[in-house]
Nanobody, 119 residues
Framework: QMQLVESGGGLVQPGGSLRLSCGTS????????MGWYRQAPGKERELVAVISSDGSTNTADSVKGRFIISRENAKNTVVLQMNSLKPEDTAVYYC?????????????WGQGTQVTVSS
């Protein structure tokens, strides 16, 4: 069974930093594209950053230069380091794992973790 376990959300002041972690099984970690999405109140869920098993990344323009996604291979964990946080970064952040095999999409979501940026 696919499972993603998130941690690291919380309340931070503007300009501060937070680190989100998403742990999973080794088989998922090694074969799925993993990433982070976020959903603010009243808005659609949007891509934040994704990283593939070979380490290539894609980051949304809105967070480029401030957020870094990386893989901790020894822990089967994907990390989102968020720096220079802004109030508009406030949202529920979801970890995602996705893979397409022979035209079939396999996908899993974490439970979500709240990030609030406020003074």
């Amino acid at each position: 069974q696919m499972q993603l376990v998130e941690s690291g959300g919380g309340l931070v002041q503007p300009g501060g930093s937070l680190r989100l972690s998403c742990g999973t099984s080794r088989s998922i970690f090694n074969t799925y594209v993993m990433g982070w999405y976020r959903q603010a109140p009243g808005k659609e869920r949007e891509l934040v950053a994704v990283i593939s098993s070979d380490g290539s990344t894609n980051t949304a323009d809105s967070v480029k230069g401030r957020f870094i996604i990386s893989r901790e291979n020894a822990k089967n964990t994907v990390v989102l380091q968020m720096n220079s946080l802004k109030p508009e970064d406030t949202a529920v952040y979801y970890c995602n794992a996705v893979r397409v095999i022979s035209g079939t999409r396999y996908e899993c979501w974490g439970q979500g973790t709240q990030v609030t940026v406020s003074s």
